[in-house]
Protein backbone atom coordinates (compact mmCIF):
# COMPACT_ATOMS: atom_id res chain seq x y z
CA UNK A 1 0.00 0.00 0.00
CA UNK A 2 1.42 3.23 -1.03
CA UNK A 3 2.12 6.14 1.81
CA UNK A 4 1.37 10.20 0.99
CA UNK A 5 3.61 12.72 2.42
CA UNK A 6 2.91 15.98 1.32
CA UNK A 7 5.56 17.65 4.35
CA UNK A 8 8.35 16.36 3.16
CA UNK A 9 11.37 17.21 5.50
CA UNK A 10 14.41 15.75 3.70
CA UNK A 11 14.77 14.48 -0.21
CA UNK A 12 17.05 11.73 -0.30
CA UNK A 13 19.09 11.42 -4.08
CA UNK A 14 19.86 8.46 -5.44
CA UNK A 15 22.11 8.22 -8.79
CA UNK A 16 22.25 5.23 -10.32
CA UNK A 17 24.51 3.37 -13.13
CA UNK A 18 24.39 -0.67 -13.15
CA UNK A 19 24.44 -1.12 -9.76
CA UNK A 20 21.44 -3.62 -9.45
CA UNK A 21 23.05 -6.23 -7.24
CA UNK A 22 22.97 -2.99 -4.46
CA UNK A 23 20.39 -0.19 -5.69
CA UNK A 24 17.34 -2.77 -3.50
CA UNK A 25 20.13 -1.80 -0.57
CA UNK A 26 20.60 1.66 -0.46
CA UNK A 27 16.91 2.25 -1.09
CA UNK A 28 15.75 0.23 1.50
CA UNK A 29 18.68 1.69 4.12
CA UNK A 30 16.65 5.50 3.43
CA UNK A 31 12.87 3.69 3.70
CA UNK A 32 13.96 1.95 7.51
CA UNK A 33 14.78 5.55 9.05
CA UNK A 34 13.11 6.66 11.46
CA UNK A 35 11.96 10.11 9.65
CA UNK A 36 9.25 9.25 7.69
CA UNK A 37 8.59 12.48 6.02
CA UNK A 38 10.86 11.92 3.31
CA UNK A 39 10.91 11.30 -0.38
CA UNK A 40 13.31 9.12 -2.37
CA UNK A 41 14.85 10.74 -5.92
CA UNK A 42 15.96 7.80 -8.08
CA UNK A 43 17.92 8.76 -11.09
CA UNK A 44 18.51 6.19 -13.56
CA UNK A 45 22.12 7.49 -15.77
CA UNK A 46 21.37 5.14 -18.79
CA UNK A 47 21.57 1.70 -16.71
CA UNK A 48 22.15 -1.42 -18.93
CA UNK A 49 21.11 -3.62 -16.42
CA UNK A 50 18.05 -4.53 -14.05
CA UNK A 51 18.64 -1.68 -11.75
CA UNK A 52 15.69 0.27 -14.04
CA UNK A 53 13.30 -2.86 -13.00
CA UNK A 54 14.27 -2.47 -9.56
CA UNK A 55 13.87 1.23 -9.15
CA UNK A 56 10.47 0.87 -10.64
CA UNK A 57 9.35 -1.87 -8.32
CA UNK A 58 10.06 0.68 -5.25
CA UNK A 59 8.48 3.38 -7.36
CA UNK A 60 4.95 1.27 -7.28
CA UNK A 61 4.97 0.46 -4.06
CA UNK A 62 6.24 3.59 -2.02
CA UNK A 63 4.31 6.75 -3.04
CA UNK A 64 7.98 8.67 -1.54
CA UNK A 65 9.74 6.27 -4.11
CA UNK A 66 9.99 9.07 -7.50
CA UNK A 67 12.04 7.84 -10.74
CA UNK A 68 12.88 8.87 -13.57
CA UNK A 69 15.68 8.04 -16.58
CA UNK A 70 18.21 9.79 -18.46
CA UNK A 71 20.23 8.87 -21.53
CA UNK A 72 23.90 7.95 -20.07
CA UNK A 73 24.76 11.79 -18.91
CA UNK A 74 27.53 11.20 -15.77
CA UNK A 75 26.90 11.04 -12.18
CA UNK A 76 26.69 14.93 -12.18
CA UNK A 77 24.12 15.27 -14.17
CA UNK A 78 22.01 12.99 -12.48
CA UNK A 79 23.05 14.55 -9.29
CA UNK A 80 21.92 18.33 -10.89
CA UNK A 81 18.63 16.80 -11.92
CA UNK A 82 17.37 15.20 -8.59
CA UNK A 83 18.48 18.53 -6.80
CA UNK A 84 16.16 20.14 -9.11
CA UNK A 85 13.04 17.79 -8.53
CA UNK A 86 13.69 17.89 -4.60
CA UNK A 87 10.96 19.16 -2.49
CA UNK A 88 12.37 18.24 0.71
CA UNK A 89 13.79 21.56 2.99
CA UNK A 90 16.75 19.39 3.21
CA UNK A 91 18.56 17.58 0.23
CA UNK A 92 20.99 14.59 0.75
CA UNK A 93 22.90 12.63 -1.50
CA UNK A 94 23.36 8.57 -1.34
CA UNK A 95 25.40 6.40 -3.58
CA UNK A 96 23.72 3.49 -5.24
CA UNK A 97 25.97 0.99 -3.80
CA UNK A 98 25.61 2.29 0.24
CA UNK A 99 23.84 2.19 2.97
CA UNK A 100 22.53 4.34 5.32
CA UNK A 101 22.70 3.88 9.15
CA UNK A 102 19.76 4.06 11.55
CA UNK A 103 18.77 7.54 12.46
CA UNK A 104 20.99 8.96 9.93
CA UNK A 105 18.40 11.25 8.57
CA UNK A 106 16.64 11.82 11.83
CA UNK A 107 19.48 13.27 13.92
CA UNK A 108 20.69 15.62 11.04
CA UNK A 109 17.52 17.14 10.07
CA UNK A 110 17.00 17.88 13.99
CA UNK A 111 19.78 19.12 14.47
CA UNK A 112 20.21 21.18 10.75
CA UNK A 113 16.59 22.68 11.73
CA UNK A 114 17.57 23.37 15.54
CA UNK A 115 21.01 25.52 15.25
CA UNK A 116 19.60 26.53 11.48
CA UNK A 117 22.51 25.22 9.73
CA UNK A 118 23.10 25.98 6.19
CA UNK A 119 25.12 22.63 5.56
CA UNK A 120 25.73 19.88 7.82
CA UNK A 121 28.83 18.00 7.73
CA UNK A 122 28.32 14.22 8.63
CA UNK A 123 30.29 12.01 10.19
CA UNK A 124 32.83 11.66 13.19
CA UNK A 125 35.38 10.72 10.15
CA UNK A 126 35.40 14.00 8.97
CA UNK A 127 35.70 15.92 12.45
CA UNK A 128 39.76 16.81 11.88
CA UNK A 129 38.55 18.66 9.10
CA UNK A 130 35.95 20.60 10.89
CA UNK A 131 35.64 23.49 11.16
CA UNK A 132 38.03 24.75 8.58
CA UNK A 133 36.17 22.37 5.88
CA UNK A 134 37.76 22.79 2.37
CA UNK A 135 36.09 20.11 0.49
CA UNK A 136 33.78 16.80 1.36
CA UNK A 137 32.52 13.56 0.04
CA UNK A 138 28.91 14.03 -1.19
CA UNK A 139 28.08 11.45 1.37
CA UNK A 140 29.40 14.27 4.09
CA UNK A 141 26.98 17.12 3.43
CA UNK A 142 23.11 17.41 4.67
CA UNK A 143 22.29 20.56 2.77
CA UNK A 144 19.26 22.97 3.35
CA UNK A 145 17.38 23.22 0.39
CA UNK A 146 16.48 26.67 0.74
CA UNK A 147 20.50 27.83 0.55
CA UNK A 148 21.03 25.65 -2.48
CA UNK A 149 18.32 27.41 -4.36
CA UNK A 150 19.88 31.17 -3.68
CA UNK A 151 22.93 29.46 -5.46
CA UNK A 152 21.35 28.06 -8.32
CA UNK A 153 24.76 28.34 -10.37
CA UNK A 154 26.51 25.99 -8.10
CA UNK A 155 26.13 22.31 -9.59
CA UNK A 156 28.10 18.96 -10.22
CA UNK A 157 30.14 19.98 -13.10
CA UNK A 158 29.10 18.32 -15.87
CA UNK A 159 31.37 15.26 -17.33
CA UNK A 160 33.87 15.91 -14.82
CA UNK A 161 35.24 12.66 -12.19
CA UNK A 162 36.73 12.20 -9.95
CA UNK A 163 36.69 15.70 -8.05
CA UNK A 164 33.22 17.03 -9.26
CA UNK A 165 31.89 16.70 -5.47
CA UNK A 166 35.15 17.78 -4.23
CA UNK A 167 34.46 21.51 -6.14
CA UNK A 168 30.84 21.35 -5.47
CA UNK A 169 31.08 21.08 -1.82
CA UNK A 170 33.75 23.53 -1.66
CA UNK A 171 32.37 26.76 -3.44
CA UNK A 172 28.71 25.76 -1.16
CA UNK A 173 31.33 25.64 1.77
CA UNK A 174 32.83 29.33 1.06
CA UNK A 175 29.12 30.48 0.69
CA UNK A 176 28.32 30.30 4.33
CA UNK A 177 28.95 30.06 7.59
CA UNK A 178 26.30 28.41 9.31
CA UNK A 179 27.89 25.15 8.80
CA UNK A 180 27.81 22.51 11.89
CA UNK A 181 28.52 18.43 12.48
CA UNK A 182 26.96 15.81 13.16
CA UNK A 183 29.01 13.01 14.81
CA UNK A 184 25.97 10.64 15.57
CA UNK A 185 25.93 9.63 11.50
CA UNK A 186 26.44 5.76 10.42
CA UNK A 187 27.57 5.56 6.90
CA UNK A 188 28.64 2.20 4.97
CA UNK A 189 30.54 2.86 2.45
CA UNK A 190 30.97 -0.16 -0.04
CA UNK A 191 34.55 -0.92 -1.90
CA UNK A 192 34.57 -3.32 -5.11
CA UNK A 193 36.17 -3.25 -7.70
CA UNK A 194 33.66 -1.87 -10.41
CA UNK A 195 33.55 1.60 -8.09
CA UNK A 196 34.40 4.74 -9.82
CA UNK A 197 37.04 5.73 -7.40
CA UNK A 198 38.59 2.47 -7.52
CA UNK A 199 39.00 3.21 -10.98
CA UNK A 200 39.54 6.53 -10.93
CA UNK A 201 43.14 5.81 -8.64
CA UNK A 202 44.65 4.00 -11.89
CA UNK A 203 43.48 6.74 -14.43
CA UNK A 204 46.25 9.29 -14.07
CA UNK A 205 45.64 10.62 -17.73
CA UNK A 206 42.38 11.21 -17.07
CA UNK A 207 42.64 13.09 -13.51
CA UNK A 208 45.50 15.29 -15.62
CA UNK A 209 42.73 16.03 -18.07
CA UNK A 210 40.29 17.60 -15.61
CA UNK A 211 42.25 19.23 -12.62
CA UNK A 212 42.46 22.08 -15.35
CA UNK A 213 38.84 22.17 -15.22
CA UNK A 214 38.45 22.31 -11.70
CA UNK A 215 40.73 25.48 -11.84
CA UNK A 216 39.11 26.82 -14.42
CA UNK A 217 35.92 26.50 -12.81
CA UNK A 218 37.14 27.62 -9.12
CA UNK A 219 38.70 30.84 -10.90
CA UNK A 220 35.16 31.81 -12.30
CA UNK A 221 33.65 31.11 -9.22
CA UNK A 222 35.62 32.97 -7.08
CA UNK A 223 35.62 36.00 -9.68
CA UNK A 224 31.52 35.73 -9.97
CA UNK A 225 31.47 35.75 -5.94
CA UNK A 226 34.26 38.25 -5.20
CA UNK A 227 36.11 36.19 -2.92
CA UNK A 228 39.48 36.12 -4.05
CA UNK A 229 40.67 38.16 -0.82
CA UNK A 230 37.57 36.89 1.57
CA UNK A 231 38.49 33.16 1.29
CA UNK A 232 41.89 32.77 -0.26
CA UNK A 233 42.83 30.59 2.67
CA UNK A 234 39.41 28.01 1.90
CA UNK A 235 41.12 27.84 -2.00
CA UNK A 236 44.51 27.20 -0.74
CA UNK A 237 43.33 24.32 1.53
CA UNK A 238 40.85 23.31 -1.28
CA UNK A 239 44.37 22.99 -3.62
CA UNK A 240 46.86 21.16 -0.64
CA UNK A 241 43.80 18.65 -0.44
CA UNK A 242 42.32 17.76 -3.51
CA UNK A 243 45.17 18.06 -6.54
CA UNK A 244 48.10 18.21 -4.23
CA UNK A 245 46.99 15.37 -1.65
CA UNK A 246 44.70 13.50 -3.50
CA UNK A 247 46.10 13.41 -6.79
CA UNK A 248 49.69 14.08 -6.89
CA UNK A 249 50.59 12.23 -3.74
CA UNK A 250 48.79 9.36 -4.12
CA UNK A 251 48.53 8.45 -7.66
CA UNK A 252 50.88 6.57 -9.88
CA UNK A 253 52.07 9.32 -12.09
CA UNK A 254 55.07 9.16 -14.22
CA UNK A 255 57.75 11.20 -13.95
CA UNK A 256 56.49 13.47 -16.99
CA UNK A 257 52.81 13.63 -15.16
CA UNK A 258 54.08 14.26 -11.99
CA UNK A 259 56.42 17.72 -13.59
CA UNK A 260 53.29 18.78 -15.46
CA UNK A 261 50.59 18.03 -12.57
CA UNK A 262 53.18 20.33 -9.94
CA UNK A 263 53.92 23.14 -12.68
CA UNK A 264 49.83 23.50 -13.27
CA UNK A 265 49.28 23.74 -9.21
CA UNK A 266 52.50 25.93 -8.62
CA UNK A 267 51.19 28.30 -11.34
CA UNK A 268 47.97 28.41 -10.02
CA UNK A 269 49.17 29.18 -6.54
CA UNK A 270 51.70 31.82 -7.64
CA UNK A 271 49.19 33.54 -9.70
CA UNK A 272 45.74 33.51 -7.85
CA UNK A 273 46.56 32.60 -4.78
CA UNK A 274 49.34 33.10 -3.16
CA UNK A 275 49.71 36.42 -3.24
CA UNK A 276 46.20 36.70 -0.98
CA UNK A 277 47.59 34.73 1.84
CA UNK A 278 48.69 36.41 4.98
CA UNK A 279 51.51 34.80 6.85
CA UNK A 280 48.96 34.28 9.45
CA UNK A 281 47.44 31.77 6.44
CA UNK A 282 50.29 30.20 5.15
CA UNK A 283 51.39 28.90 8.69
CA UNK A 284 48.17 27.04 8.15
CA UNK A 285 49.41 25.21 5.59
CA UNK A 286 51.66 22.19 6.01
CA UNK A 287 54.77 22.08 5.72
CA UNK A 288 54.59 19.24 2.60
CA UNK A 289 52.87 21.49 0.74
CA UNK A 290 55.04 24.25 1.62
CA UNK A 291 57.97 22.48 0.34
CA UNK A 292 55.96 21.88 -2.88
CA UNK A 293 55.68 25.11 -3.61
CA UNK A 294 58.93 25.96 -2.90
CA UNK A 295 60.72 23.36 -5.11
CA UNK A 296 61.75 24.35 -8.89
CA UNK A 297 60.92 20.81 -10.54
CA UNK A 298 58.78 17.53 -9.12
CA UNK A 299 62.09 16.07 -8.95
CA UNK A 300 63.36 18.48 -6.73
CA UNK A 301 60.23 18.26 -4.24
CA UNK A 302 60.42 14.33 -4.57
CA UNK A 303 63.96 13.89 -3.10
CA UNK A 304 62.95 16.77 -0.51
CA UNK A 305 60.40 14.62 0.77
CA UNK A 306 61.78 11.35 0.77
CA UNK A 307 64.69 12.96 3.20
CA UNK A 308 62.22 14.63 5.39
CA UNK A 309 60.05 11.32 5.73
CA UNK A 310 63.51 9.39 6.73
CA UNK A 311 64.46 12.37 9.08
CA UNK A 312 60.67 12.15 11.00
CA UNK A 313 61.02 8.38 11.01
CA UNK A 314 64.17 8.84 12.98
CA UNK A 315 62.28 11.57 15.16
CA UNK A 316 59.28 9.22 15.77
CA UNK A 317 61.60 6.64 16.83
CA UNK A 318 63.80 8.37 19.10
CA UNK A 319 60.19 10.47 20.62
CA UNK A 320 58.90 6.43 20.87
CA UNK A 321 61.68 5.60 23.11
CA UNK A 322 61.48 8.74 25.35
CA UNK A 323 57.72 8.16 25.74
CA UNK A 324 58.34 5.05 27.89
CA UNK A 325 59.50 7.23 30.33
CA UNK A 326 55.88 8.78 30.57
CA UNK A 327 54.44 7.54 34.14
CA UNK A 328 50.76 6.60 32.83
CA UNK A 329 49.94 4.17 29.75
CA UNK A 330 47.33 7.33 28.49
CA UNK A 331 49.42 9.70 28.55
CA UNK A 332 52.33 7.32 26.60
CA UNK A 333 48.96 6.71 23.95
CA UNK A 334 48.40 10.32 23.59
CA UNK A 335 52.11 11.24 22.98
CA UNK A 336 52.85 9.03 20.91
CA UNK A 337 49.46 9.95 18.64
CA UNK A 338 50.66 13.06 18.68
CA UNK A 339 54.06 12.84 17.18
CA UNK A 340 52.66 10.56 14.90
CA UNK A 341 50.62 12.84 13.42
CA UNK A 342 53.08 15.95 13.36
CA UNK A 343 56.27 13.91 12.17
CA UNK A 344 53.91 11.43 9.77
Not at 57 to 63: D, L, S
Not at 242 to 269: G, N, S, T, V, W
Request: net charge positive.
Amino acid sequence: MKENYKNIKVSVVIPVYNRQEFLGEAVESVLAQDLTEIEIIIVNDGSTDQSAVVAKEYQAKYHRVIYMEQENQGVSVARNKGMAMAKGEYLYFLDSDDILGQGFLSSSYAMATEKKFDLLVCGAYFLDRFPQVMALQTCALFMKKSFLDLHPDVQFLKGIQPGEDGVFSHELLALTDKIGINLNTTYFYREHEGQNTSQIKKQTDKVLQVIPIWLKELEGFYESYNLWDKKALHLARFIEHEPFEFRYMAMPFQQEQKQHLFQMIRDFMYSKVLPRLTEKDRNVLSAAFIGFLQARSAEEFDAWYQARKLRNRAKVKALYLVSKLLPSRKWKKSFRAKMKKKYD
